[in-house]
């Protein structure tokens, strides 16, 4: 099993910048690919961006593209998505989840974080 527990969340106008944080604990973090999606209300979950193990490969769906940053720290467990240029329409729940291999799709992920919700006003 790995627990994953997102933080950084919050209230941020347009323009602004967020740095979300994904804690893990359980099995060995540097085992598993990572990635960020998120949900808004109504919608499906989407995904954001995935970095492999050594954090040596990133992926990003293309509407973040040069404005979201995934990176990991296996020291420190921990995952990261740096935020900038936020648009209104990036507001949703982020969800951080493992997976055994790279993958872009959530069913594809075994353990997700709980959520941390994102809001961005005009």
């Known amino acids: 099993q790995v627990q994953l527990v997102e933080s950084g969340g919050g209230l941020v106008q347009a323009g602004g910048s967020l740095r979300l944080s994904c804690a893990a604990s359980?099995?060995?973090?540097?085992?598993?690919?990572m990635g960020w999606f998120r949900q808004a209300p109504g919608k499906e979950r989407e995904f954001v961006a995935r970095?492999?193990?050594?954090?040596?490969?990133?992926y990003y769906a293309d509407s973040m593209k040069g404005r979201f940053t995934i990176s990991r720290d296996n020291a420190k467990n921990t995952v990261y998505l740096q935020m900038n240029s936020l648009k209104p329409e990036d507001t949703a729940v982020y969800y951080c989840?493992?997976?055994?291999?790279?993958?872009?799709?959530?069913?594809?992920?075994?353990?997700w974080g709980q959520g941390t919700q994102v809001t961005v006003s005009s």
């Open positions: 989840a493992a997976a055994a291999s790279l993958q872009v799709v959530p069913r594809r992920y075994d353990y």
């Open positions: 359980g099995r060995t973090f540097s085992n598993y690919a």
């Open positions: 970095i492999s193990w050594s954090g040596g490969s990133t």
